[in-house]
């Protein structure tokens, strides 16, 4: 009984950092019958506002996956650039090396091998690593980009089949709905 108080969620559904869980409403009638379903468009206007709650958090967790998905090749090419960084560390002399200048503009550089690199953190902050513990962050950061990634598809999937569960609820209580004024309909008129 208790999962037909309420089409929306259950009140201890936290999986999927946080997003409620649907719940698919068996017998349209029984629920209908419930104290707090005044009437069929004040259920299809709670199912509506749950509805856009869940398109809502798809259209967000869309940017967060492309916001990961194009962070994790820039966390690569870091990871790559401090493990070659490394290799000639252990050189004598300088090494000739490419770098990226400015999008789709490459230079040439002769370099001495160094202990150390800088690493862009953001908002104009650059800090100073040593090589093995700048290779340990970046492989850290990848890892858990990685990690964030699946975990962001996991909650599109999750609120996907939770707005195709809204989507069939609404559709079920307004076919109820004409169903019941169809009855209602004949039986008015066969009593006449």
Do not use: C
């Not at 990961?68 to 002399?93: M, N, R, S």
């Not at 770098?99 to 001495?112: I, K, Q, R």
């Amino acid at each position: 009984m208790a999962e037909q108080d309420t089409p929306k969620e259950k009140p201890s559904a936290k999986a999927h950092s946080g997003i409620p869980e649907a719940i698919f409403l068996e017998d349209v009638g029984s629920f209908m019958d419930g104290p707090e379903n005044e009437s069929t468009a004040t259920v299809l206007q709670k199912l509506d506002e749950q509805l856009n709650k869940y398109r809502f958090m798809d259209a967000n967790l869309q940017q967060r996956k492309k916001r990961l998905v194009a962070q994790i090749p820039d966390i690569k090419k870091t990871l790559e650039t401090i493990q070659f960084l490394k290799a000639k560390q252990e050189t004598d002399g300088p090494f000739m090396s490419h770098f990226l200048l400015s999008d789709n503009l490459y230079t040439t550089a002769e370099m001495l091998p160094s202990s150390v690199v800088y690493l862009w953190l953001g908002a104009n902050v650059m800090v100073e690593y040593k090589i093995d513990e700048a290779l340990s962050l970046v492989t850290k950061n990848l890892a858990s980009a990685k990690k964030m990634l699946g975990q962001v598809q996991d909650d599109l999937n999750f609120v996907r089949d939770q707005t195709t569960t809204t989507e069939v609820n609404m559709a079920r209580v307004y076919n109820w709905d004409v169903k019941s004024r169809r009855s209602k309909g004949s039986t008015t008129s066969g009593s006449k």
